[in-house]
């Protein structure tokens, strides 16, 4: 069992949440505000818990970044002393929105997200991931027709060792899971975004993800 602390308390954080809890893991799910506890628990009768972020980063041995793209480097940078030492999954996407609401160009092009929260994290391993599908496909893979793909990127080999072990608890098979190298590496799959609300204008919130063939 790892104590995982994941900041952001919507989809994403929220199916995170009770897919990791019913892998047996001990789950804090964080809010932006200290006492806001409003909403449904991510799975009822397991260990997870709800604080504020701060609470949930300093308490949890690998934290996930779910909070949105665009404020998650003001909002993490804020909580450096808590993520020291940790490793933070990051699978949010830093884009601005086109005029339907949709992801429209990225805040960072030329570089990442990732990149800029490693700099400015430097006593965290930071690991890029699942940030490449609709939220669904996050922790239920083998739902899709094709097998999808689940890149990695990040500078520390055992962070992403630690990190293809939670996938495999999300139910990835090792050879859906694919590292990319180092941190930098990201900016390709954080590219990706680019193609999702085209594909969402056509489909919906059809579940897919952006996978490599072989």
């Known amino acids: 069992m790892t104590n995982i602390g994941i900041l952001g308390a919507g989809r ?121 599908m609709l939220f669904m496909v996050m922790t239920a893979p083998a739902t899709l027709a094709v097998p999808p793909t689940a890149y990695l990127s990040g500078n520390d080999e055992q962070a992403k060792k630690t990190v293809a072990g939670l996938l495999g608890d999300l139910g990835w098979q090792p050879d859906w899971i694919e590292d990319l190298g180092d941190i930098t590496s990201a900016r390709a799959t954080e590219a990706m975004i680019l193609v999702v609300p085209h594909v969402m204008r056509r489909n919906g919130l059809t579940p897919f993800a952006v996978s490599l063939a072989r």
């Not at 001990?26 to 806001?36: M, P």
Request: proline share 5%; net charge negative.
């Open 12 to 132: 994403v954080g929220t199916n995170l949440a009770r897919a990791l809890t019913a892998a047996g893991h001990r789950v804090t799910l964080g809010h932006r505000e200290r006492g806001d506890d409003t909403g449904t628990p991510p799975a009822a009768g397991t260990a997870s818990r709800y604080a504020d972020h701060s609470t949930t980063a300093r308490t949890a041995d690998v934290v996930i970044n779910a909070t949105p793209g665009d404020s998650t480097l003001d909002r993490l940078t804020a909580l450096r002393a808590e993520l020291a030492d940790k490793i933070l999954i990051d699978v949010s996407n830093a884009t601005l929105e086109a005029a339907d609401g949709l992801p429209g160009d990225l805040c960072y092009p030329g570089g990442s997200l990732a990149e800029r929260l490693q700099a400015a994290l430097p006593e965290t391993r930071v690991v890029k991931t699942l940030n490449t």
